[in-house]
C-alpha cells in the first residue's frame, strides 16, 4: 500500500469514526440534554406557580381573617331571640322621650335571613315631624342592628306641623338556638 492510498484510508477512517461518534454519542446526548433542560424548564414553572399559590394563600388568610373579625364584629350587635323586649322597651323609650305617642306596635311574621332572622315590626305613632326627625336620628345610633322600611307620614289636619308615621322597623337577632 503506498502512502497516498493509506493518507486516503486514514482520512475515510477519521470521518467515518467522526459520523459514527456524532451518530451514536453526540446526536442522542443532546436529545437527552434538550429533552433534561425541557424537564428543568416545566419544574421551575411548576415551582413559580406554586410560589404564586403560596403567597395568594398568605393573602387569603389575611383576608379571612378580617372576614372573621368583621363576622365577629356584626354578631355582636345581632341580640338573641330573648333580648328583641328589651330592644323594643329601648325603642319605646326613644319615641317616648322625643314627644311620640305609640298607637299601634304588632309583630310580624319572623324570617331567616343568611345565618341570622329579621323580626319585623309594624309601629305607628303620632307627633311632632320634628320629634320623628330626633327620633330617627336616635335610632340610628343604637347599638344593634335594625332597618326601617314602608315609612308613610300623613299630615294630620287638626294641628299645624303634626303628622302621624306608619312603618315597618326590622330588628335583626341571633336564634338562641343555633
Do not use: W
Given at each position: 500500500m503506498s502512502t497516498t492510498s493509506r493518507k486516503i484510508l486514514f482520512f475515510i477512517l477519521l470521518v467515518a469514526m467522526a459520523y459514527v461518534s456524532y451518530a451514536y454519542m453526540i446526536k442522542p446526548a443532546n436529545t437527552h440534554l434538550t429533552e433534561a433542560k425541557t424537564k428543568v424548564d416545566q419544574k421551575q414553572a411548576k415551582l413559580r406557580e406554586l410560589e404564586r399559590a403560596c403567597a395568594s394563600a398568605e393573602d387569603l388568610s389575611a383576608q379571612l381573617a378580617k372576614v372573621e373579625e368583621a363576622i365577629q364584629v356584626f354578631e355582636s350587635k345581632l341580640p338573641s331571640e330573648s333580648e328583641i323586649e328589651t330592644i323594643l322597651s329601648d325603642i319605646t323609650i326613644i319615641a317616648q322621650k322625643h314627644g311620640l305617642e305609640s298607637k299601634k306596635i304588632r309583630t310580624l311574621q319572623i324570617q331567616e335571613r343568611h345565618g341570622c332572622y329579621e323580626q319585623p315590626l309594624e309601629m305607628e305613632l303620632g307627633g311632632n315631624f320634628n320629634s320623628y326627625y330626633?327620633?330617627?336620628?336616635?335610632?340610628?345610633?343604637?347599638?344593634?342592628?335594625?332597618?326601617?322600611?314602608?315609612?308613610?307620614?300623613?299630615?294630620?289636619?287638626?294641628?299645624?306641623?303634626?303628622t302621624q308615621a306608619r312603618f315597618v322597623l326590622s330588628i335583626f337577632f341571633q336564634n338562641s338556638r343555633s
Amino acid at each position: 500500500m503506498s502512502t497516498t492510498s493509506r493518507k486516503i484510508l486514514f482520512f475515510i477512517l477519521l470521518v467515518a469514526m467522526a459520523y459514527v461518534s456524532y451518530a451514536y454519542m453526540i446526536k442522542p446526548a443532546n436529545t437527552h440534554l434538550t429533552e433534561a433542560k425541557t424537564k428543568v424548564d416545566q419544574k421551575q414553572a411548576k415551582l413559580r406557580e406554586l410560589e404564586r399559590a403560596c403567597a395568594s394563600a398568605e393573602d387569603l388568610s389575611a383576608q379571612l381573617a378580617k372576614v372573621e373579625e368583621a363576622i365577629q364584629v356584626f354578631e355582636s350587635k345581632l341580640p338573641s331571640e330573648s333580648e328583641i323586649e328589651t330592644i323594643l322597651s329601648d325603642i319605646t323609650i326613644i319615641a317616648q322621650k322625643h314627644g311620640l305617642e305609640s298607637k299601634k306596635i304588632r309583630t310580624l311574621q319572623i324570617q331567616e335571613r343568611h345565618g341570622c332572622y329579621e323580626q319585623p315590626l309594624e309601629m305607628e305613632l303620632g307627633g311632632n315631624f320634628n320629634s320623628y326627625y330626633s327620633f330617627l336620628l336616635e335610632m340610628e345610633k343604637l347599638d344593634r342592628i335594625t332597618k326601617i322600611t314602608e315609612l308613610t307620614l300623613n299630615k294630620l289636619s287638626k294641628s299645624e306641623g303634626h303628622t302621624q308615621a306608619r312603618f315597618v322597623l326590622s330588628i335583626f337577632f341571633q336564634n338562641s338556638r343555633s
